[in-house]
């Protein structure tokens, strides 16, 4: 069987046990953010999810997630007990994929131990610009923890990406334009490198004491040692490994950027040409600004 090779990042989220604070600390970022959303288990919206979810939704076809399980009652699908074992940090990556199935066939095929299994998870939010519903059926499905360990990995198929995709949403304050990728803190750079690449179908380069996944949507996945992370994050500590220390983003105008960052008194420093945004501003996770490509 030939492995399924991924299309690259395409959803990064953070997950948080705060509601309303959360969502402020990425608007004074900058990021315009889409109203609530409802999530649901199945095209026709039979299990509603206590997730409370706001995106910034990008030009490039890629999002970022601030989500919270707040909603008492209803199933949390898995972030819960995931947020209980890795602490107040807990990241997401969703790489996407053209066929799901196939994928999973692949899994199946090796025995590898997933979670959760493939589902049709469907996402309804009303535009505040519009009071338009878009209703957002995509095809989900966890990755290996044994392969891809430390947060929650998954994988996604988007099958109307106009409705996640609304140009009312695509424009933020902080002139970004797409997710650029993810910095991961792992001990053994080659192991974990190895560990992704038999599941997201791809090779990558081993250079420099970093692994390097370049992806097709233009995206990357780096993986370094704690220590090699200082080039990148200055003296922000890690606190354990395996760890979602970063997201870079591309913004169109960095002086703009920088600019929207101040007047909001979000603190940052400027690092390689980068702007690297304190972690207390947002859930934890470093936000990384970077001039688009």
């Known amino acids: 069987m030939r492995i399924p090779r991924t299309i690259g990042i395409e959803n990064v989220a953070v ?20 109203p609530v959303s409802a999530h649901f288990e199945g095209k026709d919206r039979h299990t509603r999810h206590a997730n409370r979810n706001r995106y910034a939704m990008f030009e490039r076809r890629s999002y970022y997630e601030v989500l919270n399980v707040s909603i008492d009652g209803l199933p949390d699908a898995g972030y819960g007990w995931r947020l209980k074992k890795w602490g107040g940090h807990l990241g997401k990556i969703m790489f996407a994929f053209d066929d799901i199935q196939a994928l999973k066939a692949h899994f199946v095929e090796k025995s590898y131990a997933f979670a959760p299994d493939y589902t049709r998870m469907t996402r309804v939010w009303t535009s505040a610009e519009t009071g338009a519903e ?17 947060f ?13 995709y609304v140009a009312d949403y695509l424009v933020h304050p902080n002139t970004a334009l797409g997710i650029a990728g993810n910095l991961v803190c792992v001990d053994e750079v080659a192991k974990a490198a190895d560990g992704y690449a038999a599941v997201l179908g791809t090779s990558y ?9 370049a992806f097709a949507n233009g995206s990357r996945l780096v993986f370094v040692r704690p220590e090699d992370a200082r080039r990148y994050l200055g003296n922000i500590g890690i606190p354990r490994t ?5 997201t870079f983003f591309w913004a169109g105008d960095l002086v703009r950027t920088a600019e929207v960052l101040r007047s909001n008194g979000v603190a940052f420093e400027r690092r390689d040409g980068r702007l690297v945004v304190d972690p ?6 470093v936000c990384i600004f970077e001039a688009a490509r």
């Not at 929650?152 to 996640?164: C, D, M, Q, R, S």
């Not at 207390?280 to 996770?285: I, T």
């Open 205 to 213: 380069e081993l250079a420099g004491g970093e692994a390097r996944f």
């Open 242 to 246: 395996p760890y979602l220390a970063a």
């Open 134 to 150: 878009h209703v957002v059926p995509m095809d989900v499905m966890g990755l290996p923890d044994d392969l891809c360990p430390g």
């Open 280 to 285: 207390r501003e947002g859930a934890n996770a």
């Open 152 to 164: 929650f990995n998954a994988v996604l198929k988007h099958l109307a990406p106009e409705e996640n």
């Open 15 to 34: 997950v948080s046990g705060e509601v309303e604070p959360t969502f402020e600390k990425y608007e004074r970022m900058g990021f315009k953010l889409t």
